[in-house]
């Protein structure tokens, strides 16, 4: 049944699997980091190490990215999952992850000595040795007792074995009570694993759909669904994302939409009481939104009806002030004489519409409060001007950019569905209905982008969606990339790794050797690259990436460069280009040559401060003394230098 789901969805295996993975591993900066000070810390025995995470954060598939670089280094390391043990039995699997040979029943100090002499031995032939312990909060104080004791065989200074201790926040509490000082003033490296930031869930959910050949994406709705609920947990991601592709596949819906998600989050509810809370706290805030937008609607509706219709105002409704202050003589011959008005009135209308011309009422109110009447003949009477010429529509210009965008690649029959997806702002539709038997088209890959990066050699094409659908990014691209990295883990070698090092190296990011394997300088120049081209520091090689790699390089093939290329130096024996001389033909203005420079005499040298007579460097907020010349004085006298006593002169 599972393997069905994913057939349908078109992916190649399971990209949110409910146990640790080795493979297709989702690296962060802080991750990154984590590995490296870890690694760090047993190869430069350090002794023990402390390594702490919340359930469900990913500190097993770390460390599975671990081993390989400990295998790399020559380290014989014993990897203890069950801690439900006591201090006999953990010493004893010990001694059996090391193939140490003892008799059935050895006493506890045998194997001790065992471990010693193997630990010895490994040292002498230049080897290291280290225990990491998972789920360590489990351990009592008797066998915490007993990896102190392993942990003080020392030999010149070093220690024979690494300790590495993983467990849940529970093993720091465990650490710092009173009667475990002893182990932890051995500590040497703690560490702890963050959950995920809003911006990572969407890397983590897009890197595992791209992982298992989909080019579906978590969408802006569907991404704010799942921080609220997940709260950057990686377990709890996998699990709801699961459901969400069974809900895809159940719904008939091929989009990561806040539906699917919904459905998903809706189905862990209901035994999750931590998501059913999650859920019900984003159902209430959203309830309590569109409660507030409907209260100010009715608010500005009212203050429109307010403003515009007539009668509404007390203006309105009451009579002037002029007309209730009038005598009643007055207002008795007014409502004598109001008839006879209104029937001049009514006669001057038959009049009036007895014409042929038709006369249209105008009612809305003038300044005054009246009515105006407006013949319509006046339109017809007023003179046409010249045709203005037709002014390009959004169709037009969106029929523009649809055929510059897929006319390269031969896909105008594709037309339609862009347009659709632009009028529902979904690219789901579009991704599915991209060939992938069409020679000229094989392979392509739709890639969203924040802004375009420089032209180069390879074809990529660009429309510009958040133009016609104000939502997203700004352009969506197509291209073929020219290497498929299908795999990025540490250890992981492979002619696509050489081909990416080669881009880094390149651009200056990557120094080291081009060996094609996957290891911290390859990830560290990755991220540094990102970084550089305002993309998420994932330290993961994404289409985006690709992308600007290939792009951002004019020539674009770096097949012409040696294994040890410079970066942005294609061949170091050829001399850098001269300069062109006045590229802007600039007429060179005539000067006089200039005097030569006039001797300083002593009195100009010497500067002062204020309030200070003695002589010091030139510093700001100083005060020079300078020859008179702008006086009429008969006879300029050198100014006088008072100097203290410790100060010989230098002018005798």
Known sequence: MTSTIYDTLGFNDNPFPPGACRDHYFQTETTNRILEVLHYGIKSHKGFLVFIGEVGLGKTSLLLQLLPLLEADNVRTSWVFNTAVDKYELLQTLVQDYGIKLPETPHLSTLIDSLHNFFLSEHRAGHN??????????????????????????????????????????????????????????????????????????????????????????????????????????????????????????????????????????????????????????????????????????????????????????????????????????????????????????????????????????????????????????????????????????????????????????????????????????????????????????????????????????????????????????????????????????????????????RLQFFGFYSMGLDGKVGPGTIRALMDFQKSRGLSASGTPDQQTLLWLYQDNPEGDLSLQGEESHAGDYDPSTPPPEPEKNPFNLVPKKTSPSPPPRKKARSEELEFTPGNQIPKRQQPNTVRIRPNTTTSAPAQTKPVIKRPRNIPNTNQ
């Open 129 to 502: 040795c280290s225990i990491i312990i998972d789920e360590a909060h489990n351990l009592d104080f008797q066998c915490m007792e007993a990896l102190r004791m392993l942990s003080n065989l020392e030999l010149n200074g070093e220690k024979l074995v690494q300790i590495l201790l993983t467990g849940q926040p529970e093993l720091k509490s465990k650490l710092d009570q009173p009667e475990m000082r002893q182990l932890t003033s051995r500590i040497n490296v703690f560490l702890t694993l963050p959950t995920l930031n809003s911006e990572e869930i969407g890397q983590y959910v897009n890197f595992k759909l791209t992982a298992v050949g989909s080019q579906l994406y978590l969408e802006e709705k569907a991404h704010k669904l799942l921080c609220q609920v997940s709260g950057g947990n990686l377990r709890m991601i996998n699990l709801l994302m699961e459901k969400t592709m069974y809900a895809m596949v159940a719904l008939g819906e091929r989009r990561v939409s806040r539906r699917t998600v919904y459905e998903g989050v809706k189905d862990v509810g209901a035994w999750n009481k931590n998501v059913a809370r999650s859920l019900r706290r984003v159902t209430m805030r959203q309830f309590s939104l569109y409660a507030g937008i409907g209260a100010v609607s009715v608010l500005l509706i009212a203050a429109l009806v307010y403003l515009v219709v007539p009668g509404t105002r007390d203006d309105d409704v009451l009579p002037p002030v002029a007309e209730t202050s009038r005598p009643a003589a007055h207002a008795a011959a007014s409502e004598s004489d109001a008839p006879s008005a209104a029937q001049n009135d009514s006669n001057a209308i038959e009049e009036t519409n007895s014409d042929s011309d038709p006369i249209i009422l105008d009612t809305a109110p003038s300044v005054s409060g009246g009515a105006s009447l407006q013949a319509s003949g006046e339109h017809d009477a007023a003179p046409k001007g010249p045709a203005h010429p037709p002014q390009p529509t959004a169709e037009n210009e969106l029929l523009k950019a649809s055929a510059e965008f897929l006319a390269p690649w031969g896909l105008n029959y594709l037309a339609v569905p862009l347009r659709k997806a632009v009028q529902e702002k979904e690219l789901d539709s579009f991704i599915l209905s991209l060939p992938t038997d069409k020679p000229a088209a094989k392979n392509l890959r739709l890639v969203p982008l924040r802004e375009r990066p420089p032209e180069g050699s390879i074809r990529v094409t660009y429309f510009p969606w958040r133009r016609f659908t104000g939502t997203g990014d700004n352009w969506i691209a197509l291209w073929q990339p020219p290497v498929e990295i299908t795999r990025f883990t540490r250890g992981y070698s492979g002619d696509e790794i050489r081909e990416l090092q080669k």
